[in-house]
């Protein structure tokens, strides 16, 4: 096998490699402190030890996300991880702030997987929690203008929900699980690229396809009739209004529709996709005013995000040109 070593992340304990072989950790050892999610991929708090020539140890912490690979469709997905990890090169390279850094990849910890390697951050539920209502409003507008500059760039992300918007000791987003995220600037190529782009010029020639299961989550996703779907960018605005409302009434737009219809209709919804099929404009709307009832500016942002019919969403430059965060609390990172 030949490695090229060319390429290495910055601050980097590892190096990336071209898709299909493999990643080393070049320095430290490392240990498993504790598990942070055991989702679909579980994500691990570890400690890298590191001695240096002068014999100086130094501990960081690192976030160590687990994918699997299972043997029939490994290809596709080490060429996803990678994709992946060239969209947050950008971003890092490009200066978009509010994007979670990816230090590096690893294939050390799973044999038969791969591991990006993140800063690690505290825990986000506890966090939304206690942040008061104008932090959240300005914990909003960071989130915003980072969507809208990834947009800015062809990047949408389409799995926009809480659970994927870490936070840092100030109180700011970072968007992360860029999974779903696809690239429509450069040219998309089913192939590695013969050379790793690594300047912001050979990054913008790079592009890539729609990842193959990009649902996202589908509570933070417009209602709408399977099989029908929203513009790329759209589907971000969406589910940022999810979002928002999430963040600022402490209770999710899934969960409130779901009580709402079955005292309505006295249907209950058991998945996200009766969901789509039951929700209508009038009962949104309804939510939106009744939670926001004393927020009219929230209210109004929420109903021109949370509309059932696309033409009706606002884009994320409009978003963050709307009065509610016009207010002069607001700061950005
Ligand atoms: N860098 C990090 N620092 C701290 N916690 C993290 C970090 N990355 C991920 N997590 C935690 O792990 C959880 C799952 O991570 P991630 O979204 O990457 O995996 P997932 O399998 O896609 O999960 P989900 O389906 O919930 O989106 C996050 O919601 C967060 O709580
Ligand atoms: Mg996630």
Same mark, same amino acid.
Request: glycine residues 4%; charged residues 50%.
């Given at each position: 096998m030949t490695l090229d070593s060319s390429f290495t992340f910055p601050n980097s304990p590892t190096t990336f490699f071209p898709i299909n072989s493999v990643v080393e950790t070049t320095k430290g050892s490392w240990s498993f402190?504790?598990?942070i999610s055991n989702g679909k991929n579980p994500v691990w708090e570890a400690t890298e030890s590191s001695r240096n020539a002068s014999s100086n140890s130094s501990e960081r912490s690192f976030a160590i996300r687990i994918t699997s690979l299972s043997k029939a469709t490994a290809s596709q997905q080490v060429n996803q991880i990678n994709q992946t990890a060239l969209i947050y090169l950008f971003c890092e390279r490009k200066g978009i702030e509010g994007v979670l850094r990816l230090k590096g990849l690893s294939s050390a910890y799973s044999p038969d997987g791969r591991s990006e390697i993140y800063e690690v951050f505290p825990r986000h539920e506890e966090i939304h929690t206690n942040m008061s209502f104008e932090e959240k409003r300005s914990f909003l507008n960071s989130l915003a203008k980072t969507i809208y500059n990834l947009h800015e760039n062809d990047?949408?992300?389409? @799995?926009?929900?809480p659970s994927n918007i870490l936070v840092t000791n100030q109180k700011t987003p970072c968007l992360s699980d860029f999974e779903c995220s696809w690239m429509s600037k450069g040219k998309a190529t089913d192939h590695a690229p013969q050379k790793i782009p690594t300047t912001v010029e050979e990054l913008e020639e790079f592009g890539c396809n729609p990842p @193959?299961?990009?649902?996202?989550d589908l509570r933070y996703r417009?209602?709408?009739?399977?099989g029908e779907n929203e513009s790329p960018k759209a589907r971000d605005c969406f589910a940022f209004g999810a979002t928002a409302y999430e963040i600022l009434s402490g209770i999710s737009l899934y969960e409130d529709a779901k009580k709402e219809i079955l005292e309505l209709e006295g249907k209950e919804i058991k998945n996200p996709f009766g969901y789509l099929v039951n929700l209508n404009q009038k009962i949104l709307f309804q939510l939106v005013n009744d939670r926001f009832s004393e927020y009219p500016l929230a209210a109004d942002l929420l109903t021109n995000l949370l509309s059932l019919d696309e033409s009706q969403w606002m884009t994320m430059e409009e978003v963050i040109k709307h009065p509610f965060f016009q207010y002069t609390g607001c700061q950005s990172f």
């Open positions: 402190e504790r598990e990047i949408v992300h389409w @799995d926009i929900k @193959d299961k990009s649902e996202g417009a209602p709408r009739p399977r």
